[in-house]
């Protein structure tokens, strides 16, 4: 019988084998190859150009910012929306998660149309008899289009563990003398850490490695790293520079979820403990 | 007055989050090419948008991949699961770690990956006058692709939860175990497989990334339309796609809210 359920997961492993193993043992075969296939670094050494440091820079500052951002904006949020009627809150955290199940693609349209040259708030602006702002093809265009984007990603999983939290342990810490601070520092917030520790990871990645937000809001004159190895894939079609930039890339991938692990296994002993 | 704030501040995420969506719908209404004036109230936009080939094309594109996609990823990810189950823990650490690669991993890379197999696979098969031929397929394996490690991982904690004496129990009143597993275990897992189909659907209805990596110049699916139309220039129809997307999650969401209501009346 055990025989037969191995045999089961025969197709998915295959699978699992040829399109994703195989693929990204292919990226590193590119990446570290030249056009004749001889070894070599010159395709990670590309990385170091200005254009491209100046485009790694700036999507790892603004990626930070907007997960800083979002972290600030969905705790509160979450805390709020834990503490409602429980009729209510269904309906309410449905409200919040909707936008999330609309195309990303249209959500960034959106914000196209409200910041361009002629866009919505330049024309309220101009209504008022105020200056234009300048505020598409800027780097806070495209912070802003991260947050907006990836906001519910940091929001469900806080959720999720806010909710999970026994009020049994929070009433005990209120009983043993704990104000709401101390209630919230000590009790709350360490309870919720898996939460954050997901929710960081979900806005981070994605926010790093985007160009389809930077494409909308950035035009072509804000890069992001995501930009750069999308345009040497598809435009330049040097697959093996665009192999050895996805590998740095999947280097900052790793090290910020080494990270985000770290943390998350020290806290999760500690409350053991 | 604390809950005076927690309102305020509900209200303002609430702006900020809808403001957009509510411009995106009344300039699908705008009389006007250039979104740079309102020019009267008009229904064009959606007459336009029906009648346009490419869209509705990418529409029917879209959900075909999006069903398949979901029902052959469920299949695998239930097989999977099952198998994983029945596995010493070592072994199915390592395989769980293999499946949440795409999880966490980057989209662009897991597109690009994908991509350079398919060529890969391409030139090898060229050798005996075959190829792949980039659009359908090779977007659809894409999804399955990216799907399975949430159809998996839903079912998964399901089936740990199932009892095996009820099973086992089956057997020995004379079930095979086929039928053991349809009629005992089944029924168990049936949410979790539900909800994995459910995710993996609405995961590749929203993609765009592997979507770009995988599709063919032929081929489009609603995202990589709206990509490349965005990128000419925005086209009115565009906003009328929105609204009624927009429009159809929010049926969905309210038809499939209450049926989870009365589930929990009950």
Redo the contacts between chains.
Sequence with gaps: ??R??????G???V??A???????L??VY?GLTDSTGAFTWSNIAQMGTPERMKALVLSLILSLIATAICLI?AY??AL?LS?MKAGAT???V???I??M???????I??????L?R???IN?ILTFLHLPKLYLINTPYAIALGMI?DF?PFMLLPIYNALEKIDQNVVNAAYDLGANRFQTFWKVIFPLTIPGVISGI?MVF??A??T??IS??LGGSKVLLI?NV??RQ?TQVGD?NV??GL?LV??VF?LIS?AVMQHYDKGIGEGVVL | MKKVLSRIYLAFIFILLYAPIAVLILFSFNNSRTRAKWGGFTLKWYVEMFQNESIMSALRNTLLVAVLSALIATLLGLMAAVSLNSMKRRRRTVILSAINIPMLNAEIVTGISLMLIFIGLGQFLSRWGYGVEFGFGTVLIGHVTFNLPYTVLSIMPKLRQVNVSTYEAAMDLGATRMLAFRKVVLPDIMSGILSGFMLAFTLSLDDFVITHFTKGPGFDTLSTKIYTEVRKGIKPEMYALSTLLFVSVLVLLIIFGRGKGKETAK
């Design positions: 019988m055990k037969r359920n191995l045999a089961l997961s197709p998915y492993l699978w699992t040829a399109f994703i193993i195989i693929p990204l292919m990226i590119y904006m509160p949020l709020i503490h269904g309906f309410i449905t409200i919040f909707i936008p199940w609309m195309n990303s693609l249209l959500r349209l959106a914000w196209q149309t409200l361009e002629n866009g919505v024309q907006y906001l990871t990645v994605p790093l490695t160009f389809v494409d909308f995501g190895i999308e894939f697959w665009g192999s996805s890339l999947m991938i979820m």
